[in-house]
Nanobody
C-alpha cells in the first residue's frame, strides 16, 4: 500500500493549501486514512481522519473550522483542505492508513507516506 502526499508549500498567514494523499496498491475503501503533522521539536499529532465508511474525525481543536478532510468515492485520494493558516500550522504533514477505523495514535497506523512540508510565514 503506497501513499504519496502532495500540495505542501509556503503560504502567508491567512492563506490556504490543499494537501492530497494518493493511495495505490490495495482495496482502498477498506482503509481509514489519517493526516498527521509534526513540527520541529514536537511530537507527531493526528489532525484528521476519514474511516472506511466515510465518517470524518477532527482531532485538533486548533484546526476545527479551518481544516476539512475529504475523499473520493474510491478512496484513491484523500484531501486535507486547510484555510486561514497560522504560523503554528507549519509542519511536515503525512498521511497514514490502517484497516477500517480511525485512531488518533500514530502507532496504530501501518502504512505511511513520506510527508509534505507546509510552511506558514510572511
Amino acid at each position: 500500500f503506497v501513499l504519496v502526499e502532495s500540495g505542501g508549500g509556503l503560504v502567508q498567514p491567512g492563506g490556504s493549501l490543499r494537501l492530497s494523499c494518493e493511495a495505490s496498491g490495495k482495496t482502498h475503501a477498506r482503509y481509514a486514512i489519517a493526516w498527521f503533522r509534526q513540527a520541529p521539536g514536537k511530537e507527531r499529532e493526528a489532525v484528521s481522519c476519514i474511516d472506511s465508511p466515510g465518517s470524518t474525525f477532527d482531532y485538533l481543536d486548533s484546526v476545527k473550522g479551518r481544516f476539512t478532510i475529504s475523499a473520493d468515492n474510491a478512496r484513491e485520494s484523500v484531501q486535507l483542505q486547510m484555510a486561514n493558516l497560522r504560523p503554528e500550522d507549519a509542519a511536515v504533514y503525512s498521511c497514514a492508513a490502517r484497516l477500517l477505523v480511525c485512531s488518533r495514535s500514530d502507532r496504530d497506523y501501518v502504512y505511511w507516506g513520506h510527508g509534505t512540508q507546509v510552511s506558514v510565514s510572511s
